[in-house]
């Protein structure tokens, strides 16, 4: 069975998205290029597949693809998936992308259950609070800025109980960002 991995920017204290997950406070992540390419390296010797939520999907290929760097060749050249309510939306602007629409827990569940390496999910805050809810998520690998905004929006916002997670890593940055890996 392949496993989902949720990557995401966050910032010290734990929120990933201004309040009404607005992406337009990301203006918390410290660019680091080291960081960054350490991430790519580490994708390529795990992951074949992008999960993204349409919006997200949209905000990433408006930057991705106009990007010269590790990263984005990565995510450039990987298949990607939209998970989507709309059986509709347009997902050709962006090479290497299929469509699965309806119940984004249920279509995640088949690809998880498919041949293949890990998948990596890049959300947004919806998204990725439908896979932890459906139980799909198996590893969580954080992108800590260290910013600390005081409201916004988290992940793990409408947890139903308490969740352990055990920690496989760490790393840390001259920037002040610090890469943590988590496993449920």
């Given at each position: 069975m392949?496993?989902l991995?949720?990557?995401?920017?966050v910032?010290?204290?734990?929120?990933?998205?201004?309040?009404?997950?607005d992406?337009?406070s990301l203006?918390?992540?410290?660019?680091?290029?080291?960081?960054?390419?350490?991430?790519a390296a580490?994708?390529?010797?795990?992951?074949?597949?992008?999960?993204?939520?349409?919006?997200?999907?949209l905000d990433?290929?408006?930057?991705?693809t106009?990007?010269?760097?590790?990263?984005?060749?990565?995510?450039n050249?990987?298949?990607?998936?939209?998970?989507?309510?709309?059986?509709?939306?347009?997902?050709?602007?962006w090479?290497?992308t299929?469509?699965?629409?309806?119940?984004?827990a249920?279509?995640?569940r088949?690809?998880?259950?498919?041949?293949g390496?890990?998948l990596?999910?890049?959300?947004?805050?919806?998204t990725?609070?439908?896979m932890?809810?459906?139980?799909?998520?198996?590893e969580?690998?954080?992108?800590i800025?260290p910013?600390?905004?005081?409201?916004?929006s988290?992940?793990?916002?409408?947890?139903?109980?308490?969740r352990?997670?055990?920690?496989?890593?760490?790393?840390?940055?001259?920037?002040?960002?610090?890469?943590v890996?988590?496993?449920?």
């Open positions: 392949r496993s991995i949720v990557s995401c920017n910032t010290v204290d734990g929120f990933m998205a201004g309040l009404g997950n992406l337009a203006d918390f992540i410290v660019p680091d290029s080291e960081q960054e390419n350490a991430l580490r994708f390529r010797e795990v992951a074949d597949t992008i999960v993204f939520g349409r919006q997200t999907f990433m290929e408006a930057y991705w106009k990007v010269d760097s590790d990263m984005a060749a990565w995510i050249a990987t298949p990607k998936v939209v998970l989507s309510t709309d059986s509709g939306a347009d997902v050709s602007i090479n290497n299929t469509l699965a629409a309806g119940d984004g249920e279509r995640v088949r690809l998880k259950a498919s041949e390496g890990g990596v999910m890049f959300g947004g805050v919806q990725i609070r439908s932890i809810a459906a139980d799909l998520v198996d969580y690998w954080l992108k800025s910013v600390a905004v005081g409201q916004g988290s992940m793990f916002a409408d947890l139903p109980e308490r352990s997670l055990t920690l496989r890593g760490a790393k840390g940055y001259p920037s002040g960002m610090l890469d890996t988590y496993a449920k």
